[in-house]
């Protein structure tokens, strides 16, 4: 789906036993494997995803703290997985090691996890509570152009500052926040829907409406990541949901858009049908 939920999930892993991103396989779920998975959606994969992660590894690495209390004379709590080793007291054993010496000591090293997100409540009723464990925020500034003869219109400049809490692969979070925002263009701008006098849908594919393309990418793409102390909330690595929250931050683009018919028919209200197609457009202009 694009989310980079697979590599995150993997760095998740990874990081939890303390070894290198390229010992961790992953493959696709069914209900043969976890009979009770949800859907993906809302952006919330990785927050959902890897809590259930963590959970299964916490009940492996409770089996081997038994292991290793029994077998290396160890009475303590205090076990460090890093850079590929297990190290406990004065000790120090390499991850594989450990792992090859509780097999052949029939140590269970396979688990299930699950995880449900917390706090969230509403009454039906009143339709009061908390829909959600927290909220993502960001901020856009979009600079463009208008030709009063066609209505077409030229995205110059984007700004984006987008809050991801403490990004777990800004790599992945900087793709997300920049696709979000182009395919919000496309739902502003170009992306207009139709029907018959029989109510049967006539933009049913991209051969038939205008999804952005690169011509439609902004001239000057900024995007950044706010800089912060992470989620307030208990989440893996004080993270936040990047996905869809970023495909909002396009509005900005729309109101560019209507700013600058504002300077044209020099009107204070200005009607401009969403999307801002080159009619549309041309229709607010002359209105």
Same mark, same amino acid.
């Given at each position: 789906?694009?989310?980079?939920?697979?590599?995150?999930?993997?760095?998740?892993?990874?990081?939890?036993?303390?070894?290198?991103?390229?010992?961790?396989?992953?493959?696709?779920?069914?209900?043969?494997?976890?009979?009770?998975?949800?859907?993906?959606?809302?952006?919330?994969?990785?927050?959902?995803?890897?809590?259930?992660?963590?959970?299964?590894?916490?009940?492996?690495?409770?089996?081997?703290?038994?292991?290793?209390?029994?077998?290396?004379?160890?009475?303590?709590?205090?076990?460090?997985?890093?850079?590929?080793?297990?190290?406990?007291?004065?000790?120090?054993?390499?991850?594989?090691?450990?792992?090859?010496?509780?097999?052949?000591?029939?140590?269970? =090293? #396979?688990?299930?996890?699950?995880? $449900?997100?917390?706090?969230? &409540? /509403? *009454? +039906? %009723?009143?339709?009061?509570?908390?829909?959600?464990?927290?909220?993502?925020?960001?901020?856009?500034?979009?600079?463009?152009?208008?030709?009063?003869?066609?209505?077409?219109?030229?995205?110059?400049?984007?700004?984006?500052?987008?809050?991801?809490?403490?990004?777990?692969?800004?790599?992945?979070?900087?793709?997300?926040?920049?696709?979000?925002?182009?395919?919000?263009?496309?739902?502003?701008?170009?992306?207009?829907?139709?029907?018959?006098?029989?109510?049967?849908?006539?933009?049913?594919?991209?051969?038939?409406?205008?999804?952005?393309?690169?011509?439609?990418?902004?001239?000057?793409?900024?995007?950044?990541?706010?800089?912060?102390?992470?989620?307030?909330?208990?989440?893996?690595?004080?993270?936040?949901?990047?996905?869809?929250?970023?495909?909002?931050?396009? =509005? #900005?683009?729309?109101?560019?858009? $209507?700013?600058?018919?504002? &300077? /044209? *028919? +020099? %009107?204070?209200?200005?009607?401009?049908?969403?999307?801002?197609?080159?009619?549309?457009?041309?229709?607010?202009?002359?209105?």
């Amino acid at each position: 789906m694009g989310q980079g939920l697979m590599t995150k999930i993997s760095q998740i892993a990874a990081n939890s036993f303390g070894i290198d991103l390229n010992n961790i396989k992953i493959t696709a779920t069914n209900t043969e494997k976890v009979a009770n998975t949800s859907a993906s959606a809302a952006s919330a994969s990785t927050d959902i995803n890897g809590a259930a992660v963590l959970n299964a590894i916490d009940k492996i690495k409770d089996n081997l703290l038994i292991f290793i209390r029994k077998n290396f004379n160890f009475n303590g709590k205090n076990i460090k997985y890093d850079n590929n080793y297990v190290k406990f007291g004065n000790k120090k054993v390499s991850f594989k090691k450990l792992i090859s010496l509780a097999y052949y000591n029939r140590i269970s =090293l #396979s688990s299930s996890g699950f995880y $449900k997100t917390p706090k969230i &409540y /509403v *009454n +039906k %009723k009143t339709l009061k509570g908390r829909p959600f464990l927290y909220f993502c925020y960001g901020a856009a500034v979009s600079e463009v152009i208008i030709d009063t003869l066609t209505g077409e219109n030229k995205l110059i400049k984007v700004d984006i500052l987008h809050d991801v809490g403490n990004s777990i692969n800004p790599s992945i979070d900087y793709g997300q926040i920049e696709g979000a925002f182009v395919q919000g263009l496309g739902w502003l701008t170009s992306e207009e829907v139709s029907w018959n006098n029989k109510g049967n849908i006539l933009t049913h594919s991209p051969s038939t409406y205008k999804i952005p393309v690169i011509n439609d990418i902004p001239i000057s793409f900024n995007a950044n990541i706010f800089k912060n102390k992470g989620n307030n909330e208990k989440v893996v690595n004080k993270s936040k949901a990047v996905g869809e929250p970023p495909f909002l931050l396009a =509005l #900005s683009a729309y109101f560019a858009i $209507k700013n600058a018919i504002s &300077y /044209v *028919n +020099k %009107k204070n209200k200005i009607e401009l049908i969403a999307p801002a197609t080159p009619e549309n457009i041309l229709k607010s202009i002359n209105n």
